[in-house]
């Protein structure tokens, strides 16, 4: 899916830069090895190699979680940023909650629910990784993403494009996303937010398209313009 946009902006007129973070992808390093502080220096180097080749305004894409290391990572560089929001996380913590409810899913298949939270917590605090739907995870990335919250970073402003997939034609925004939007606006953003129809086509294996999401993006993009 990140693909088939990353062609529709580049045909669009847009440069474009999709980044394997460490150990994602073809990037180097293990996954076990990613730490949020070590995603964000990819970040960093990322935007320095693209405004080096391009003159025009920086706009950082993030899905999901991506959001939040998007804005994380937003007040080291040396340019103020506007953003592209795909189904974002609201906050680290709350990401990481549907991590564990995936990994305790996984233990009531084998009958052994009980328990996991803690022991996942224990393992963490004694610095181990943990192992989640088939990640591991070092407790180095797990402290950043809890950390994480998707607010306006403190000093700037611009543009956001705030978009939620929902396989139903009449969904709204949830009020969780509308008090969170509200505090972008407050802090003077401008923020493009709908929910567009299309399938959560992160929870699968399968390739799936969204065109309406691929448009509302391209239609946000093209109003900044």
């Given at each position: ?114 328990g996991v ?36 970073p403190v ?42 129809h299309g ?27």
């Open positions: 899916m990140a693909a088939l946009q990353s062609r529709a902006l580049a045909k669009a007129g847009f440069n474009v830069l999709q980044i394997d973070l460490l150990g994602c992808g073809d990037s180097s390093g293990d996954f076990a090895d990613a730490t949020w502080e070590a995603w964000q220096d990819d970040l960093v180097s990322g935007c320095s190699w693209l405004q080096a080749h391009n003159q025009g305004p920086l706009i950082l894409w993030g899905l999901r979680a991506g959001c939040l290391l998007a804005v994380s990572v937003a007040a080291r560089l040396p340019k103020e940023a506007d953003f592209i929001f795909w189904q974002p996380a609201i906050s680290g913590k709350q990401h990481w909650q549907q991590f564990m409810r995936l990994k305790m899913a996984g233990e009531l298949a084998f009958g052994q629910p009980k939270t803690e022991q996942l917590r224990q393992q963490l605090a004694a610095g181990q990784n943990v192992e989640i739907a088939g990640y591991t995870l070092a407790p180095a990335l797990v402290d950043g993403l809890l950390n994480a919250e998707l607010r306006p000093g700037h402003s611009g543009r956001v494009a705030w978009l939620e997939l929902s396989a139903r034609q009449d969904a709204t925004l949830a009020p969780v996303s509308r008090d969170r939007i509200d505090q972008w606006l407050e802090a003077g953003f401008s923020v493009n937010a709908r929910v567009v399938p959560a086509f992160w929870q699968t294996t399968e390739i799936e398209d969204a065109p309406e999401l691929i448009e509302a993006t391209l239609g946000a993009l093209g109003s900044w313009q």
